[in-house]
C-alpha cells in the first residue's frame, strides 16, 4: 500500500513541475561560474565634431562582431564584461538576443544627443553585462567615476569631454549572490619608468629641453593620477552595494599594467586578487599585443586626451600602441573564502581572414563556488 501511496505523490509532483509556470522553476544548481572581460572596440578615433572617424566599414564591424560571437559561444561564459559597445543600445540587444542572456548596460560616452540622435552621430559606446538567465541577473545601476560637469544615459546625453563610468549588477548563483562589476579605466598615456626613458632620450637628442619634459611628465602623471580616484569611485559604489560582506567578480579595460600604482592598489588597499596570473616564463600575457594583433597597426593616428609639440606627440603615440602589455583583468574578493578560480586565460586571440575579433585580448576565469 504505501508503494502505491508513494508513486502516488512522485507521480502528482511530477505533473505540477510540468505544469509550473518558467518562474516557479527549481532553482539552477551550480558550482562554477565562467566570467569573460572583452574590450570590443568601437573602433572610432575621437576626430571630427559631426562624426567621429572610423577605421573600418559596416561590413568590416559586422564581420568583427561575427567573428566574436563565435568565440563567445565556444567559450560558453556565464557571464561577460563588456567595454566599447557601439551604439551600446543595439550592440548589446543583439548579442543578448543571440546569446540568449540577460543584460544590463549604460553609456559612458555619448556626446550631444536627444535618444539616438545626436552628436557625434557614430558615438554611443558603452559598458555592458551579460549573464546567463539562470543568474537572475538584477541591475544594480551605474557610477560616473571621473569626467567634467555632464551626464549620459540612454534617452539624453550632456557630454563635451571624456566620461569615464562603472557598471554594477549582482547574480545568484546556487544560493549564493555575488556582485558584479565592470568598468573603463581612462585610457591616457601612463608614465612608467620605460617611458621616462623615452623622454629622457628626446632630451639628449634635443628634441626638447629638460624643463619641457618635466613639463610633459608631469602632465602624463595626472592621468595616473585620474585612475586612481576612479578606482576609489568604483570601490565606494561597490561598497554601497554590499561588496564588504559579498563577493566581488570585478573586471574591465583598465588601462595599467600590471606593476602601476593602479593595479597595486586595487591588489594591496582594496584586497582583490587576480584571477590571471602571470606567465612564469614569459611575465603578463599581454592583452595590448602589438605583436599579434593586425588591429593594433591600424589606429596609430589614434587621439589621445592630451596634446603636446608633433614630435613628442608622435613619439609618445609610437610608444603607447607600439609597446604590447596587459591592460585587461578580472579581479575577485571573497570575505569568506570560498571563491576560488579553477582555469583563467586570454580570449580572442584567433583570427579570421586575418583579422582578429577586437584591438584587444580578453581574460576569462573559471571560478569554483564552494
Known amino acids: 500500500m504505501n508503494e502505491f501511496r508513494d508513486a502516488g505523490v512522485v507521480l502528482l509532483m511530477t505533473l505540477l513541475t510540468a505544469c509550473a509556470a518558467p518562474g516557479d522553476a527549481p532553482e539552477f544548481s551550480r558550482n562554477t561560474l565562467k566570467v569573460l572581460t572583452y574590450n570590443v572596440w568601437h573602433g572610432l578615433n575621437p576626430t571630427g565634431l559631426i562624426r567621429f572617424s572610423e577605421y573600418e566599414t559596416a561590413?568590416?564591424?559586422?564581420?568583427?562582431?561575427?567573428?566574436?560571437?563565435?568565440?563567445?559561444?565556444?567559450?560558453?561564459?556565464?557571464?561577460?564584461?563588456?567595454?566599447?559597445?557601439?551604439?551600446?543600445?543595439?550592440?548589446?540587444?543583439?548579442?543578448?538576443?543571440?546569446?540568449?542572456?540577460?543584460?544590463?548596460?549604460?553609456?559612458?560616452?555619448g556626446g550631444l544627443r536627444v535618444g539616438s540622435v545626436g552628436l557625434p552621430t557614430n558615438l554611443r559606446s558603452g559598458l555592458a553585462i551579460l549573464a546567463r538567465k539562470d543568474l537572475r541577473m538584477e541591475d544594480r545601476d551605474k557610477r560616473k567615476l571621473s569626467g567634467p560637469?555632464?551626464?549620459?544615459?540612454?534617452?539624453?546625453?550632456?557630454?563635451?569631454?571624456?566620461?569615464?563610468?562603472?557598471?554594477?549588477?549582482?547574480?545568484h548563483a546556487g544560493n549564493?549572490?555575488?556582485?558584479?562589476?565592470?568598468?573603463?579605466?581612462?585610457?591616457?598615456?601612463?608614465l612608467s619608468d620605460k617611458l621616462r626613458r623615452v623622454i629622457d632620450g628626446m632630451v639628449e637628442e634635443g628634441v626638447i629641453t629638460r624643463d619641457r619634459a618635466d613639463e610633459i611628465a608631469a602632465a602624463l602623471a595626472e592621468s595616473t593620477a585620474r585612475r586612481l580616484t576612479e578606482i576609489d569611485t568604483l570601490m565606494n559604489f561597490a561598497d554601497e552595494h554590499g561588496a564588504r560582506t559579498t563577493p566581488v567578480i570585478m573586471g574591465?579595460?583598465?588601462?595599467?599594467?600590471?606593476?602601476?600604482?593602479?593595479?597595486?592598489?586595487?591588489?594591496?588597499?582594496y584586497g582583490f586578487t587576480r584571477a590571471m596570473a602571470d606567465d612564469p616564463a614569459?611575465?603578463?600575457?599581454?592583452?595590448?599585443?602589438?605583436?599579434?594583433?593586425?588591429?593594433?597597426?591600424?589606429?596609430?593616428?589614434?587621439?589621445?586626451?592630451?596634446?603636446?609639440?608633433?614630435?613628442?606627440?608622435?613619439?609618445?603615440?609610437?610608444?603607447?600602441?607600439?609597446?604590447?602589455?596587459?591592460?585587461?583583468?578580472?579581479f575577485y574578493r571573497d570575505p569568506e573564502k570560498k571563491l576560488t578560480v579553477q582555469s583563467s586565460g586570454l580570449f580572442g586571440t584567433e583570427e579570421?581572414?586575418?583579422?582578429?575579433?577586437?584591438?584587444?585580448?580578453?581574460?576569462?576565469?573559471v571560478f569554483t563556488l564552494d
Open 59 to 109: 561590413e568590416e564591424r559586422d564581420t568583427r562582431y561575427r567573428h566574436f560571437l563565435d568565440q563567445v559561444r565556444r567559450l560558453d561564459p556565464d557571464v561577460l564584461l563588456l567595454q566599447e559597445t557601439n551604439p551600446a543600445p543595439v550592440f548589446t540587444a543583439r548579442l543578448a538576443r543571440d546569446l540568449g542572456y540577460d543584460r544590463v548596460f549604460s553609456l559612458d560616452n
Open 252 to 269: 574591465g579595460d583598465f588601462n595599467a599594467e600590471p606593476e602601476t600604482q593602479e593595479i597595486q592598489t586595487v591588489l594591496g588597499r
Open 282 to 330: 614569459t611575465g603578463p600575457q599581454p592583452t595590448w599585443d602589438y605583436e599579434r594583433n593586425e588591429n593594433t597597426h591600424r589606429i596609430a593616428d589614434f587621439k589621445f586626451p592630451l596634446e603636446f609639440e608633433p614630435e613628442v606627440d608622435k613619439r609618445l603615440r609610437h610608444y603607447e600602441i607600439g609597446l604590447s602589455r596587459r591592460l585587461d583583468y578580472v
Open 149 to 171: 560637469p555632464g551626464f549620459t544615459n540612454r534617452w539624453l546625453c550632456f557630454q563635451l569631454a571624456e566620461f569615464r563610468y562603472g557598471l554594477a549588477a549582482k547574480i
Open 176 to 190: 549564493r549572490e555575488i556582485l558584479i562589476l565592470n568598468t573603463h579605466l581612462h585610457h591616457g598615456i601612463v
Open 352 to 365: 579570421q581572414n586575418g583579422r582578429h575579433a577586437s584591438d584587444h585580448f580578453g581574460v576569462f576565469a
